[in-house]
């Protein structure tokens, strides 16, 4: 494809030979002459001095006398409608569902879906359409999926929500008599699992997109485009906002509410609600800021500690005895 | 089913007509007439005061006017006979081994066994009476399970250790030659993964209740009626005693002991061995008082260093130079 | 097999009857007369005073007067060639591909392979000889694998990275045109996730060996002879060198570097570049002897604070009002 032409199609602004063919997307330091690249952050540009792309996707402020630049105001963006041009998705090995899938007769699955080998759709399970579940993806009776949703393999939705009566020292199984809702196009990546309802409906909202091995439980009403990634943990009960993002690893306890906009950092431990468009971290979490300053001085307890035993030597008081490594 | 004969299958007091009729539970939002709900913890009881509900079960604390109460000791083991009454259990789309499995000829499978599709059940497995296993499960050869075990789908049961020995930089693997033994009544989530032992048995315990994406390492040894929430990890050889509870993603470190009755709170890191009956938090571990008082002094370890350099400037001394915040 | 030839095949010393024969390993505790176990760490050397053993395998300084000793400079390899000398790797219930498997014609697959039941391989995928793959794994188009690589059950290889352009607060998925290269002798647990490259290959190396439950980004490049505990989660693009070993449940950041030979211990976060050989602890990571230094005072901040009031009263300035309780 022509530069002038990608540049019109992916809306950016084209500084130098709109006759220039790309033929397909490269790292900076994978591309040959004919491929396009891309670079939006500053630290970064140097690379530009060095590679061998014909031209590359950049942020406003970049320039280059190297290489034909295609300037967006949210390059990423840019660069990805120019994947999706040169490149496009996924071709699937095949259409529909695959004959190697257990699809209950009372499930419906609307047109265009893609059903790969080792998929189980239990009862009355409702998906919408153009969906895509990859290989060995699960899916518990009575979930409601909708359209585009992207399931990768090996996960699980619609599984029994972690919920046992215990009477006289002995866990006894509540039948979950809910169900799972996921909106239109959400993505959830490979073995994650996620809870139907106890009573009611767990629920992933519209665009949210989902990483690896994520668990959400049993009753969790998430919002509209929030992005959970890799080994989050969400108990039950949470009512998680719109745009949350949450970084890997990071837990949330039950019953909890986290607001619109709000972003924890990775291997964070929430404990207790958090305001919409917080900025947090830590385990237990802390805004960000805060959460910096402590970790340093945490790095530094050790220097803090003689401070004081100066400080006590000085008042002629007596030190208490050292405290010793902690064994677990 | 009539209140008063409801009341009496759960051994509730009943507080109201005994001819009103329930069909179904939900929760106190979502009720309508002619439904039973549940409320124990009393910050929640003033949702009685809005809810459509017929009934609810209730701790016996609780008092309404506006509809009519099932008083019991333990309302949530009472609420889960009455969802069970009502409800029952999941009905599965079919009976036995689905004809989409994979059994090996030298296993057995005991009567009433439900095996969904896309099980794998390997050489010498030998699995009891009336268990559930959903779909795409994985039973490594020489498994022993009991009765009425619930293994949700995408689960991997004996799956080999981690056991390399390492010669001149390089890892060997060594056989995993023991095997997994689960006693009678346990449930695992979807998508765990239990080791096999490296020479003995890994065993999980009677009555045992594991949450998704849980890890247990080789020949561990987990006691009876234990609960292990989501994402927790537990490394080979560690002992774990009866009724042990341990939040989602806690990490257990090798070759400990977790006495009986422990609570470890979510996100732990256990380190060391755990005394009977202990309430922890923390990683690495406390407990849960000292974790709780040392982590509100973290949060204002800024204020604690401007207070020593206060000392430190009344004693004219010279504070050392700021610490950074910590980069890694 | 007599224990001289046994000591002969792996390369140990003799101490005590040749003539002996053994026939299988176990356990100090649960080895019988004709079996073989093996106690590397003189702690729990006193074990030999009770064990029903015919022979240890063991370090160079430990003895004993009950059973004959192999002793080993390196006895845990030396006691792993004994496993496999006297019981061998798993024989598996068939060979080659099984044919409820799902192989995409285009892909190739080399000798010696045994592919379970329910693995879905898609398109242009290529194996190499003598790999197993274990029920239930899933491979991605275009994956590249090496030789002798084993992969257990429902784990997933080639996933789509977690890659996402934001616009106007919606998240556009963007093509992962890259693919994932599996070099030699690896070995991958159960329900692990390794993504592709968004743009190029994410690789693991030659020799690692990736416990239960790990999550891999898209792009990273792992070097060789790594070893990766269980939940072990690293985000995209991280460069990880040669004998590299991260601990259960740890977490790597993005575009990290890690050095070859570092170690990581158990639940770290990695948030910055580590040198190689370093050894390190805690989230954010620290160099462990720092970390454990900081954890032990941490532990007794109560105190620290006791001694901060002290000197605030023999100082005669008024102490700050008391922090409350971390509420999340």
């Known amino acids: 494809m022509r530069l002038d032409e990608l540049a019109g199609k992916i809306n950016a602004e084209l500084v130098g030979d709109g006759a220039i063919e790309v033929s397909g997307v490269a790292t900076l330091e994978a591309a040959q002459a004919g491929q396009l690249s891309f670079v939006s952050n500053p630290k970064y540009a140097k690379q530009l001095l060095t590679t061998n792309a014909s031209a590359a996707v950049v942020s406003t402020a970049i320039k280059s006398d190297r290489l034909a630049l295609l300037k967006a105001k949210n390059p990423y963006f840019a660069f990805r409608q120019a994947v999706v041009l040169l490149h496009g998705f996924r071709k699937h090995p095949h259409a529909g569902a695959h004959p190697a899938t257990h699809i209950d007769p009372t499930a419906t699955i609307g047109e265009g879906c893609i059903i790969y080998p080792g998929v189980f759709i239990g009862p009355r399970v409702r998906i919408g359409r153009d969906c895509i579940f ?75 997109k989902i990483d690896n091995s994520v668990v959400v439980g049993h009753g969790t009403k998430v919002g509209e485009h929030c992005l959970f990634v890799a080994q989050v943990g969400i108990a039950g009960s949470v009512t998680i906002g719109n745009h949350v993002t949450l970084g890997g690893q990071t837990g949330v306890a039950g019953h909890l509410t986290i607001g619109d906009g709000a972003t924890i950092g990775a291997k964070s431990g929430v404990s207790g609600d958090i305001e919409p468009k917080s900025v947090m971290l830590g385990a237990p979490v802390l805004e960000i800021r805060r959460y910096r300053r402590a970790a340093a001085i945490f790095k530094n307890l050790p220097e803090l500690l003689e401070r004081i035993k100066r400080l006590e030597g000085l008042a002629n008081v007596e030190a208490p005895p050292e405290p010793r490594e902690s064994e677990s």
């Open 134 to 208: 990859y290989s060995n993806v699960n899916v518990y009776d009575d979930c409601r999926i909708g359209d585009r949703v992207i399931v990768h393999a090996g996960t699980t939705l619609g599984v029994d929500g972690f919920g046992f009566a215990t009477e006289m020292g002995v866990h006894h199984k509540i039948p979950q008599i809910g169900n799972l809702v996921i909106e239109d196009d959400v993505e959830i990546g490979a073995n994650c699992s996620i809870e139907r309802g106890a009573l009611d409906s767990t629920v992933i909202g519209r665009g949210t």
